[in-house]
Structures are given as structure tokens and as C-alpha cells.
């Protein structure tokens, strides 16, 4: 067989008692596009941090066409071999698309200034050769995630790297920008450029991967092309456990008809949405579904105090909800798993515990003194409740992988039993097993007669829902009861069945 063009061996990894990776192995031939997954916890962004040159590994090797990897001090060396797209931004926002292609490295005219006339005409220049629809002068903030994201491959392929990382690329991306995602990875494919796929979307490392790398509790447990490992294979190779047990049905009973309005919002109205009348009664779930620009995250936004109506009214249990105070709506009774885990949702310099018990630290003590025990009991209960991988309440939030930070969040959402959850993407990043557990905590808040507002681009969230209810530009243009069959509820969310 042809010289892998990656491969890394007996790769380990530990941060303190914490062992990140054991036994880290991947090997990705040139032009596949390789899937790596496995639960939160697993160790694959510890294993991206060694193939991009971020972190030297405790043991193990990297190569690159048979070589050994560049030393980590020679940045420019290994930005010629691969580079990284994550979630989060690594260009520059206040930049131009331009400025952020050539940053440390602009064309220089005469007397050594930079050449803005020559960066724009080089800029046009890689994005064209990349077939990067974006203009050079656009300021990189107001781009879509999916120009930015783009841009962010252009931008290491003309370094030269051939090998691309992207990690969870599709997690903030609705289903056409996905689909178009997926047709850009196979042109590039096409021209000779290898993907190591971060996903925790099954059914997209199907679509548009040819291998699968698996790891778990930090070992390498196999490698194979998708064609020959079916979903319940690789999701009994990802948790060690056969599906039927990671995967038990939901039972949904029926909402009582009679049950108490829980959350009542009349006339709704700001720059992301129009005239929203919403009712939410206890024990019930309702979905919003929609596309990128459709209002739904602003909308639920809205209940939790992050973002502003400019018109309308809202009650809960038939008191006026506050708008644009996180506090106040808390104190009011909403619980909320935000969109932004970073920017919103943690407190990064703080442990496991501290974040997930801060909203209600009220409650735990009197006076406003906590009894340490007290807290870490509640903590303790949290964590195995959500099945957080952690090595306890002490530890640092900013130490824990992405899917069990977003656990995390939800445990703070639910601490303060809540009388309207709101969740944003609650599963955004969590691995099938961690999936099953937060949307079964979102049973039991519906079990205990909260009333729940969910906005998801996932069918399977959306499955869990009473009925769904779907913006198309700000307006609520459908509502499907629960039962839907997917076909019918992507059309409304795609504009396809009605006149929006
Ligand atoms: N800087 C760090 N300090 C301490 N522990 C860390 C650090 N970074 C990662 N870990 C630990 O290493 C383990 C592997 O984490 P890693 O981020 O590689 O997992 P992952 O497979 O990418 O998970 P996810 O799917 O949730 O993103 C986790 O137990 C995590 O808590």
C-alpha cells in the first residue's frame, strides 16, 4: 500500500491524572476523506492538537508522507501540512476576508509597505483558485459560519497544506448549508485534498466520509472504511456496548390538554421576527424549527433574556416575563442551555461544580452561605445524573471536552428547576450515548410539568418534541403535531409548502 500521507502511532497524552489519550493510532491516505469519532472524553481534539503541531505528544510519533513531523517551534512547516478549522473562529473577526488570507505574511510593494492594491488582487486570487464564492473585502465577522468556514480552508490550502482538519464543521450549519459544505469537501477532494472529519453525526461520516477511525477511554479501537461498518457497529465500537442499550426507545405520553399555560407570549416583535403569538403549557414540549436566518434562535432568546423584543408581551404563570435581563428571567423561573457554550454559557476559570451549581447557590444555603458539602453533594448528583466525564466537581470547566462542557450547561439549565426550560442546540457536540441522557433529563422536566422550548436542526430533538413549530423569515409559518414524518417538516422548514 502507498505511503500514508498521516500517520500517527502509540500517540499518548496526559494533563495532570488525567490521561487524555493512551493510545492514540491514525493512519489517512491521501485524497479519503476519514472520519474520526467517539463519545466526549474520547481524546480526538487531544489527538488533533498532535497532528497540527499545537501540543507535542507525552509518546508516540506523527508523520506526513513518511516523514517525521516538523519540531513545534517551526510553525511555517507545519502550516504547510495541515491546519485545523474549528467551531470557533481562528481568524480574525474586525479583519477583512483579504487581511485574514495574508495575515504575518502581506505582499510588500516598494519600500518594503505593504501592497493593500496587491493582497486584494492576491486574495481574489486564492479564493478564486479554491472556488471561495466571498468577497476580499468583506469584514470576516458578517460572514456566514459557512463563508467563514470557507475561507478558514482557503486560507491553509494556500500555505499549502493538503490536509485539512475540520472539526465538528457541521454543528452550526443547518441542512442545506451542510449539503453545500459536503459538495465543497468533495470538489476539493477531488483536486487532492485529504479531510479528517470530526462529527457527531453519524449519518454524515456515511455521507461523506470513505474510513472511520474510532477511539475510546482514550485507546484507538479500530479503523475501517464506512462501507464496511454498519451504524450499530460503529456506535457499539464508539461506547463498547451493543446499540439496542445505548439507544432505548423514548416513550412520550400525551400532553394533558388541561394542563396550566405555563408560558404565554402575545405580538412578539423584533428585527429577527414578526407578530409571535406562543402558548407552552406545563409538561408540554414545543419545538422551533427553521433555517439559519428564520428568528427561532432569537425567538426563544427572547424568554431567557438574550435577546430584546421590540414589541409584544410575554407571561409566565401569568406574571409579566421580564425581557432583556438574564437575571431577572432566571429569577422569573426560566432555565436556559444557551447557543454560545463559550460566550454564554460558562465561566471558563471556574470548576465543574461552581458552573453547574451557580444559579442556585441561593438555594443550597441561607444567607448566602453555601455549605461546601452541601454543594458538592448537589454537584456530585449533577454529574452522575448527566453522565459528565470529569474527575470531579474540582475540576476546571476549561479541562473538560467540548460535549461534556455542554453538559455542564444543561446541569446548570435544570439546577434551578426551572419553570420553562429553554434550550438552544442542547445537543449540539454530544456524543449518541450523552444524547439519549440529556434528552431523557428533558423528559423528566417534562414529566414534572416544566414547560419546555426547544430550538434544534436536529430531527431526532425535534422527534422528542409535543408539536414542533417552524419560522420562516420571523413568522411562524407551520405547525406539526407530534408523528411528523421528516419529509413533511423539512419541506416547511426549507419554504417548500408554503408562501413565506
Ligand atoms: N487542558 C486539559 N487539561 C486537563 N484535562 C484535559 C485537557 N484537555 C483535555 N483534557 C481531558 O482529556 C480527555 C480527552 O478530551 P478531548 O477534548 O480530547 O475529548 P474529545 O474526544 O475531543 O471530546 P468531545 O467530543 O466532547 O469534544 C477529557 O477527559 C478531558 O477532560
Not at 460572514?143 to 494556500?158: F, P
Not at 459538495?183 to 461523506?208: C, D, K, N
Not at 482514550?218 to 439507544?247: D, K, Y
Not at 448527566?386 to 474527575?391: K, M, Q, R, S, V
Request: net charge negative; charged share 25%.
Amino acid at each position: 500500500m502507498s505511503t500514508p500521507l498521516v500517520e500517527a502511532r502509540g500517540i499518548a497524552k496526559r494533563y495532570g491524572p488525567t490521561v487524555a489519550l493512551a493510545d492514540g493510532q491514525l493512519t489517512v491516505h491521501a485524497g479519503e476523506s476519514h472520519a474520526l469519532v467517539g463519545r466526549n472524553g474520547a481524546g480526538k481534539s487531544t489527538l488533533v492538537t498532535v497532528l497540527t503541531g499545537l501540543q507535542a505528544p507525552d509518546e508516540g510519533t506523527v508523520s506526513f508522507d513518511g516523514e517525521p513531523a516538523p519540531a513545534l517551534t517551526d510553525r511555517d512547516a507545519w502550516r504547510r501540512k495541515v491546519a485545523c478549522v474549528y467551531q470557533k473562529p481562528t481568524v480574525v473577526p474586525e479583519l477583512t476576508v483579504a487581511e485574514n488570507l495574508f495575515i504575518n505574511r502581506q505582499p510588500q510593494g516598494r519600500g518594503g509597505f505593504i501592497s493593500w492594491r496587491r493582497l486584494k488582487t492576491e486574495a481574489a486570487e486564492v479564493l478564486d483558485t479554491w472556488d471561495v464564492h466571498v468577497d476580499p473585502d468583506a469584514r470576516t465577522a458578517d460572514l456566514k459560519v459557512e463563508d467563514r468556514q470557507m475561507v478558514e480552508i482557503a486560507r491553509a490550502l494556500s500555505f499549502g497544506a493538503r490536509f485539512i482538519v475540520l472539526d465538528e464543521p457541521t454543528a452550526q450549519l443547518d441542512n442545506r448549508e451542510i449539503e453545500r459544505l459536503f459538495t465543497r469537501m468533495r470538489a476539493l477532494q477531488e483536486s487532492g485534498v485529504t479531510f479528517l472529519f470530526i462529527s457527531h453525526h453519524l449519518q454524515e461520516v456515511y455521507e461523506v466520509c470513505q474510513t472511520v477511525t474510532v477511539l475510546r477511554d482514550a485507546r484507538w479501537i479500530t479503523t475501517a472504511p464506512v462501507a464496511e461498518l454498519p451504524r450499530a457497529a460503529l456506535v457499539e465500537a464508539m461506547a463498547g456496548e451493543s446499540i439496542a442499550a445505548v439507544e432505548e426507545k423514548a416513550s412520550r405520553g400525551d400532553v394533558d390538554a388541561g394542563a396550566p399555560v405555563v408560558l404565554e407570549a402575545h405580538g412578539l416583535t423584533s428585527e429577527s421576527y414578526e407578530s409571535i403569538d406562543l402558548t407552552v403549557r406545563g409538561g408540554e414540549v414545543v419545538g422551533l424549527a427553521g433555517s439559519s436566518g428564520s428568528g427561532k434562535i432569537e425567538l426563544a432568546e427572547s424568554f431567557a433574556g438574550l435577546h430584546t423584543p421590540t414589541g409584544g408581551t410575554a407571561q409566565l404563570e401569568g406574571r409579566r416575563l421580564p425581557f432583556g435581563d438574564v437575571t431577572a428571567a432566571l429569577r422569573a423561573g426560566v432555565g436556559c442551555v444557551p447557543r454560545d457554550r463559550h460566550g454564554q454559557g460558562l465561566v471558563f476559570g471556574m470548576t465543574v461544580g461552581d458552573n453547574a451549581t451557580m444559579s442556585v447557590l441561593d438555594r443550597l444555603g441561607r444567607y448566602g452561605f453555601v455549605g461546601t458539602d452541601r454543594k458538592r453533594g448537589f454537584a456530585d448528583e449533577l454529574i452522575e445524573r448527566l453522565d459528565i466525564h470529569t474527575a470531579g466537581p474540582d475540576q476546571p470547566v476549561s479541562d473538560l471536552s467540548g460535549g461534556n462542557a455542554q453538559k455542564v450547561v444543561m446541569a446548570r439549565a435544570l439546577a434551578s428547576d426551572p419553570r420553562l426550560l429553554v434550550l438552544i442546540n442542547p445537543t449540539a457536540g454530544v456524543d449518541v450515548k450523552s444524547k439519549e441522557s440529556l434528552l431523557s433529563r428533558m423528559d423528566s422536566a417534562r414529566d414534572d410539568g416544566t414547560a419546555v422550548l426547544v430550538v434544534s436542526d436536529e430531527l431526532d430533538d425535534l422527534r422528542r418534541c409535543d408539536r414542533v413549530l417552524v419560522l420562516f423569515h420571523g413568522r411562524v409559518v407551520a405547525e406539526h403535531p407530534a408523528g411528523w414524518r421528516d419529509h413533511e417538516l423539512i419541506a416547511s422548514i426549507e419554504g417548500v409548502d408554503h408562501h413565506g
